[in-house]
């Protein structure tokens, strides 16, 4: 008891401004003479003039937080519109790789590329597809748009190393769709893709068409390789070489097609 005599004697001050405001209000509040009213709307304007800061403070802070909740919505709907226009991307790849698989002599394996590899030695990819799957060794391998893309050169249980058709020990029997000459394709010179010992003769031109010849024991006949880059003049008066711009482009490849022949 002491101390909260104690207490309230040393803040007694305190507590009568407190007693002497509480009455004042109850009097203010609960009379009705005109004195009263003027008192009453005073205290009610002083107090709205207060509360006004208060509310737009509550209110910079509310929009403050509806904000940051939109912003975190708007990023979290990006995300999944670039996962659903992926998926819409990898769909239509799928179905263009469908449609060659209805009209191909070949079953077809989807793979999906692991790793890409270019060195002195080979340039090649790794897939996840191998000899379980039913891959064999020197498969042909596609793109999506069924355009070449290389061979199997190396097989495991459950992968595959792919050399490209841009490694230069890497060697295709090509066609010119136009005029019908016969070629061997290779990659020479950095980004450059030639037919070697064309006649001299063969009027080769321009944006003319370039598939596999079908003369091979791996290719498969009108695999679609690429277009005619360039024609340059005869060498010793006789042949003369083409150059191709290769359909495709094997740093953006993600999955590819093996293509395996079918016994039925």
Not at 98 to 124: C, D, H, M, R
Not at 138 to 146: E, F, G, I, R, S
Not at 194 to 215: C, H, M, Q, Y
Request: proline content about 3%; glycine content about 6%.
């Amino acid at each position: 008891m002491q101390r909260i005599y104690d207490f309230f004697y040393r803040f007694r001050a305190i507590a009568n401004l407190l007693l002497v405001l509480s009455f004042s209000l109850l009097l203010i509040f609960y009379q009705d003479t005109p004195q009263v009213r003027f008192m009453r709307g005073k205290v009610m304007d002083s107090a709205a003039v207060l509360y006004t800061p208060i509310e737009w403070l509550d209110t910079v802070f509310t929009l403050q937080y509806a904000y940051e909740e939109l912003e975190k919505k708007y990023i979290t709907s990006q995300i999944e519109l670039n996962r659903l226009q992926a998926l819409a991307a990898e769909n239509e790849r799928l179905r263009q790789a469908l449609g060659f698989k209805q009209t191909s002599l070949f079953e077809v394996i989807p793979a999906n590329v692991l790793s890409k590899s270019g060195t002195s030695l080979l340039t090649s990819i790794s897939v996840d597809q191998g000899a379980e799957d039913g891959v064999e060794l020197l498969a042909p391998v596609v793109d999506a748009n069924a355009n070449l893309v290389g061979k199997v050169v190396a097989l495991g249980d459950a992968s595959s190393l792919v050399q490209l058709i841009h490694d230069r020990n890497f060697r295709v029997s090509v066609r010119e769709m136009r005029t019908r000459t016969i070629g061997i394709l290779g990659y020479y010179d950095p980004g450059v893709f030639r037919i070697e010992n064309i006649p001299l003769n063969t009027n080769v031109a321009i944006g003319d068409s370039v598939v596999t010849s079908g003369f091979s024991d791996i290719f498969p006949p009108n695999i679609f390789v690429g277009v005619v880059q360039q024609v340059d003049p005869g060498v010793e008066g006789y042949v003369k070489s083409v150059q191709v711009e290769v359909a495709t482009d094997y740093h953006r490849l993600e999955e590819v097609f093996i293509l395996k022949k079918n016994e039925s």
